[in-house]
């Protein structure tokens, strides 16, 4: 297992069959956080030349949370040995050209759950929506 949190968060990613599908790459990720981005192409969007799905940006939410979560234990590989619980999302303004940068950060992690909350942005900088999540930590099973 590698002691890098870039290397374990992307290698997670490749782990996981959703992030592949959306196209999700890890550019940064340290203890409790994590920088996400997704390349947009028409797949994501309601019709060629709208705006991104708020779906994704939801998912992308949902994803930069958990992400940030799975840099702080060893049971979160692909997505699993943790579970979202409640997810909120705003949505601030449709996003536009370039790729969407989701950043994840945990607010607290106890023993069985945890919070966090994300900002996604668009190619240009502008903030597009912004969440919560709560997670529950799922232990190995014995």
């Not at 702080?72 to 590989?77: I, K, P, Q, S, Y």
Request: hydrophobic share 45%; charged share 20%; glycine share 16%.
């Amino acid at each position: 297992m590698p002691t890098d949190l870039l290397t374990l968060a992307r290698e997670r990613a490749q782990a996981n069959l959703f992030w592949c599908y959306l196209g999700v790459q890890v550019d940064d990720a340290g203890e409790g956080w994590v920088r996400l981005r997704v390349p947009v192409k028409d797949g994501l969007r309601n019709s060629a030349g709208a705006p991104v799905h708020g779906g994704v940006l939801g998912s992308l939410v949902d994803m930069a949370v958990g992400g940030a979560l799975g840099t702080t234990h060893e049971n979160a590989g692909g997505g699993v040995g943790q579970a979202t619980l409640d997810l909120n999302v705003s949505f601030l303004a449709a996003p536009g050209d370039g790729d969407i940068v989701a950043e994840g950060r945990l607010l607290r992690r106890g023993r069985s759950i945890a919070f966090g909350e994300a900002r996604i942005t668009d190619g240009a900088g502008k903030l597009v929506a912004v969440g919560r999540a709560t997670y529950m930590l799922l232990l190995p099973k014995t």
